[in-house]
């Protein structure tokens, strides 16, 4: 079965029927990007840049961080990247950043929030990405978004440090495109809003989970509630991309649901056009992907939306898997 999978690495990712969907890594270094170069992944949908701040025992300089961000965009050779700016709080700290002692740390000061808040260092990070994309399809993507003022503060840091490099006579991509994280249910009620101040859209099922059902993703005593197949999550799901569509901007999944083999077919309904997820996860997805037709895929959305419980729904789609097999 591994050299089967193998060999299908250099395969286009296409279902029997036509539909292509672009699978992508998540990465969160560049010797991350080998292993899901290996596994045939078609560019990076998610490069957390967590770990490049989490590994020193202070903020990485621009200089630094251009350097791997550079590197990555360089190995990709023309495949898209997208980098995702600094994602810290909730369950990932850093030792030298003080945020203070937070009742609910998941709620509190964390991603975009301190971006928005300590400018020095969002400009630092913005100014790295920017200087990478001369080098290759870099896209900047934006985590924990709530609201269209937060978007919007986002893009006037990006266009202020795009002023800047300009003066300095810096290289960057001048068209460079931005996206959002879909992964709180706000974000997803003002999708269609969100959708007109952006290129592109990934959902990040991980945190969406978490804050649709109100269930910690790291407390194991609850975690039989973590449910990816809650109708409600459904729902959402669906509603996002169909806002991301009628706007006629890109959308994809990065949170684990994306290499989850039982949703697929569900993502084939949806028409998602990509799917971020963990090397591993690639190529396993992409034998199923080679034989699930799409045409079979919409019967099943009206079949999975009239499910009333999770287990209902992983039924519907286990039943469907044994169909393909
Ligand atoms: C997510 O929330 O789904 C996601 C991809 O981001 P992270 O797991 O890094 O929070
Ligand atoms: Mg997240």
């Given at each position: 079965h591994r050299d089967r999978l193998r060999s299908i690495a250099g395969l286009r990712a296409v279902t029997p029927d036509g539909k292509e969907i672009e699978l992508a890594a998540n990465i969160s270094s560049l010797k991350e990007l080998e292993v899901a170069l290996r596994a045939g992944a078609m560019g990076v949908g998610l490069f957390r840049t967590e770990f490049l701040y989490m590994d020193r025992n202070r903020f990485p300089e621009?200089?630094?961080?251009?350097?791997?961000?550079?590197?990555?965009?360089?190995?990709?050779?023309?495949?898209?990247?997208?980098?995702?700016?600094?994602?810290?709080?909730?369950?990932?700290?850093?030792?030298?950043?003080?945020?203070?002692?937070?009742?609910?740390?998941?709620?509190?000061?964390?991603?975009?929030?301190i971006s928005l808040?300590?400018?020095?260092?969002?400009?630092?990070?913005?100014?790295?990405?920017?200087?990478?994309?001369?080098?290759?399809?870099?896209?900047?993507?934006?985590?924990?978004?709530?609201?269209?003022?937060?978007?919007?503060?986002?893009?006037?840091?990006?266009?202020e440090v795009k002023a800047e490099l300009k003066r300095e006579g810096k290289a960057f991509d001048g068209g460079i495109e931005n996206g959002i994280m879909i992964e709180l249910p706000a974000a997803?009620?003002?999708?269609?809003?969100?959708?007109?101040?952006?290129?592109?859209?990934?959902?990040?099922?991980?945190?969406?989970?978490?804050?649709?059902?109100?269930?910690?993703?790291?407390?194991?005593?609850i975690s039989h509630?973590?449910?990816?197949?809650?109708?409600?999550?459904?729902?959402?799901?669906?509603?996002?991309?169909?806002?991301?569509?009628?706007?006629?901007?890109?959308?994809?999944?990065?949170?684990?649901?994306?290499?989850?083999?039982?949703?697929?077919?569900?993502?084939?309904?949806?028409d998602v056009d990509e799917l971020s997820m963990s090397s591993h996860a690639i190529l396993p997805i992409k034998e199923r992907l080679l034989c699930t037709t799409r045409r079979d895929s919409r019967e099943l959305l009206n079949r999975l939306e009239a499910c009333r419980t999770a287990q209902e729904l992983?039924?519907?789609?286990?039943a469907y898997k044994q169909t393909v097999d």
């Open positions: 621009e200089e630094e961080q251009f350097e791997v961000y550079k590197a990555v965009a360089e190995r990709l050779n023309g495949s898209p990247l997208i980098i995702r700016t600094l994602d810290i709080g909730g369950d990932k700290q850093l030792d030298y950043f003080e945020v203070g002692n937070e009742e609910n740390p998941f709620l509190g000061y964390r991603a975009i929030r808040d300590r400018k020095d260092l969002f400009k630092t990070q913005l100014r790295a990405i920017l200087r990478a994309s001369a080098f290759g399809s870099v896209k900047v993507m934006y985590p924990l978004i709530s609201s269209v003022e937060e978007v919007r503060a986002a893009k006037a840091v990006l266009e997803v009620s003002i999708a269609d809003f969100l959708a007109e101040e952006v290129d592109f859209f990934s959902i990040g099922t991980n945190d969406l989970v978490q804050f649709a059902l109100a269930v910690d993703r790291m407390n194991e005593r509630l973590y449910q990816p197949f809650h109708p409600a999550v459904l729902r959402m799901l669906r509603s996002t991309v169909e806002a991301a569509k009628s706007k006629g901007i890109h959308v994809g999944v990065c949170g684990e649901l994306a290499g989850d083999p039982r949703a697929l077919p569900l993502w084939l309904s949806l992983i039924g519907e789609l286990e």
